[in-house]
């Protein structure tokens, strides 16, 4: 299992509110310890669904990793305050059998970049201390780590936007658009056999 993951390539491309369903059922695979780690305590999926309905009405930036079409990992970009405008939190959760494959970094690059192109210097991250893949991922992108008792909070600078950045994400955010039309038609597609497949095995 874990060696035909590995051969696939993570697909990364912006979320959209149409998907906000695709989004919640992400949340709602990942298991105690992933939840913990997602939202920093133990939450019950009452909580997840009520999240997963909100976060796109909060002017959030959600990305999405795929592997093999199926969302398995999200990166979430979310403003402090209008005040703070170029302050803001990120937020990461991967589902447990899809750990270690290289999706918090893939994520964080795109993260930052979607940070830059708005104006947004500081990001934040808050993470459990035993959360050491988190703390890792920070650290390739020079975070500055401060530890507490049982939680840890990086902060990382991003680059100035570049007309070369800016392009940069159109062009991922277009791609983007086309992976949402093909996700939605494989979508419909699996719907379809789900009903076809009762009724010709009635028959």
């Avoid at 997602?38 to 795929?66: D, I, K, P």
């Amino acid at each position: 299992m874990m060696g035909e993951q590995g051969e696939a390539t993570p697909v990364i491309r912006r979320l959209w509110p149409a998907e906000a369903l695709l989004f919640r059922d992400h949340l709602l695979r990942l298991d105690g310890d992933s939840r913990r780690s997602r939202f920093g305590s133990s939450v019950s999926e009452e909580f997840v669904v009520h999240y997963a309905g909100r976060v796109f009405r909060s002017g959030s930036v959600v990305l999405g990793g795929f592997i093999a079409g199926d969302l398995r990992a999200a990166g979430e970009l979310y403003p402090l305050s209008e005040i703070l405008a170029q302050e803001a939190e990120a937020a990461f959760s991967v589902e447990p059998d899809f750990q270690r494959l290289g999706l918090g970094t893939a994520l964080m690059e795109r993260i930052i970049l979607a940070a830059r192109n708005r104006g947004i210097r500081t990001l934040q991250m808050n993470c459990l201390a035993y959360n050491r893949p988190m703390q890792k991922v920070a650290r390739k992108f020079e975070a500055e780590l401060a530890y507490e008792s049982d939680s840890v909070t990086a902060q990382v600078t991003a680059p100035f936007p570049t007309p070369l950045s800016l392009v940069e994400e159109a062009s991922a955010e277009a791609r983007g658009v086309a992976g949402a039309i093909m996700q939605a038609q494989r979508n419909a597609a699996g719907r379809v056999m789900d009903l076809w497949l009762p009724a010709a095995s009635a028959a």
